[in-house]
């Protein structure tokens, strides 16, 4: 489950907002290092940010509630200067804070992805893009789960809006068969 920010200022908030995914059956969420400011997505102080999942994390203990968290880190998504170097202390950070999982959204390059197989051992998550290395390369560089996003579905949808308007266009059937 995609919880964004955490729709919460504070870990308290975060953490009973997960617990009541959990009551739904939700095993898992992703988390952004990243919020909306003045209409810019920015990356949130590292370890404010590592503070926070730390304490969600413990407060999720607490109540005995175990979920997998896996902490999308935007740095490669900001395009932000150093990326690698910028992720790889990032992902420390939240490793050591209790993330289960990293996803690094918008890596390509194998040796970025080889380069962060080697600091953490969280399993590794990146996201579909054209760039992309294929499914055996990315096995062997440790990814463990590709993210396709919403591009599928944007694919599928702009199929069916052009397929949509030629009917509409022919006032027939037969471009469908």
Do not use: W
């Not at 175990?66 to 740095?75: G, K, M, P, Q, T």
Request: net charge negative; charged share 20%; glycine share 6%.
């Amino acid at each position: 489950m995609d919880l964004e920010f955490g729709y919460g200022n504070t870990a308290s908030e975060i953490a009973n907002n997960i617990m009541s995914l959990v009551k739904l059956g939700v095993v898992g969420i992703n988390i952004e290092d990243s919020i909306i400011v003045n209409g810019t997505r920015k990356l949130q102080d590292s370890i404010l940010f590592a503070q926070l999942i730390q304490d969600v994390k413990n407060s999720l203990i607490h109540q005995n509630i175990s979920i997998f968290i896996n902490v999308r880190c935007d740095a490669f998504l900001l395009n932000i200067p150093n990326a690698l170097k910028v992720a790889s202390e990032r992902i420390k950070d939240y490793e050591q804070a209790g993330a289960d999982g990293i996803f690094l959204p918008c890596i390509t390059a194998e040796s970025d992805i080889s380069a962060i197989g080697l600091i953490t051992k969280l399993p590794l998550n990146v996201m579909c893009m054209q760039k992309l290395p294929d499914f055996e390369t990315l096995k062997n560089l440790g990814v463990k789960r590709i993210s396709m996003g919403n591009f599928l579905n944007d694919y599928a949808y702009t199929s069916v809006e052009k397929m949509t308007s030629t009917i509409l266009s022919e006032q027939s059937f037969k471009a469908l068969f």
